[in-house]
């Protein structure tokens, strides 16, 4: 799986949009963009994935660049609820099935009052 | 709430022990993962079991070894436990073993080795 790289922390206001970024310079054409977060001590929680389209659900949008060598995402209006470690992961297709995804150190937001 | 239960959620244990941890995945999910996660690690996959298969090995130690049994729950043994075992160890399971599902995380067993 592609590396991707990732700030080690960012702060953002509360009711503010985190923008959270995620390099993944060395992406092949058939592996997807993963996000989850751990929010402290608990186990980690999907929030969204996709390929080379942007996405968006109830929890979060991902804006994926058009060379796909970079990735955000975006929590539209951070709580502090939302302090947490995301996480962004590219896995690849392999026709073979799903393995374990690989965690990096992700990047810890605090969302301040 | 995930749907993914594990137990025990503390277990504290002597070194050279063998401990057992379980997990039930959500109904339906015929995938399990396990995860260790320690702080100096971060989280590692362990092993994913598909439909009661061996699917996936990734940083398991040979100590380790886990199972998944018929009703689906899985299990994970650690034995000759070390100082350096002490960690979360999650489980998590999907539907099937598609590479795009998503994973559900269970609370963790926080693993004190003394």
């Known amino acids: 799986d592609a590396k991707t790289t990732q700030p080690t922390s960012m702060d953002c206001a509360e009711g503010r949009a985190a923008n959270l970024p995620c390099n993944h310079s060395t992406i092949s054409g058939n592996e997807y963009v993963y996000w989850y977060r751990q929010i402290h001590s608990q186990g980690p929680q999907y929030i969204i994935h996709g390929l080379k389209n942007n996405e968006t659900n109830e929890m979060a949008s991902l804006i994926i660049t058009e060379d796909r060598k970079s990735s955000t995402l975006i929590l539209p209006h951070a709580t502090l609820r939302d302090t947490a470690v995301y996480y962004c992961?590219?896995?690849?297709?392999?026709?073979?099935?799903?393995?374990?995804?690989?965690f990096g150190k992700g990047t810890h937001l605090i969302i301040q009052p | 709430d995930s749907g993914v239960t594990q137990t025990p959620k503390h277990l504290i244990t002597a070194t050279g022990q063998r401990v057992t941890l379980r997990c039930s995945p959500r109904?339906?999910?015929?995938?399990v993962y396990w995860y260790q996660q320690s702080l100096d690690q971060g989280l590692q996959f362990l092993i994913q079991?598909?439909?009661?298969?061996?699917?996936a090995k990734g940083n398991i130690l040979e100590r380790f070894s886990a199972q998944q049994f018929p009703d689906l729950h899985s299990e994970l043994n650690l034995s000759s436990l070390e100082l350096g075992d002490s960690a979360l160890y999650f489980c998590?399971?999907?539907?099937?073993?598609?590479?795009?599902?998503?994973?559900?995380f269970g609370s963790g067993t926080q693993l004190s080795v003394l």
């Open positions: 992961i590219v896995r690849v297709d392999s026709g073979g099935g799903a393995d374990g995804l690989t």
């Open positions: 109904s339906g999910d015929l995938s």
């Open positions: 998590a399971s999907s539907p099937g073993h598609r590479f795009n599902e998503k994973l559900f």
């Open positions: 079991y598909y439909n009661g298969e061996e699917r």
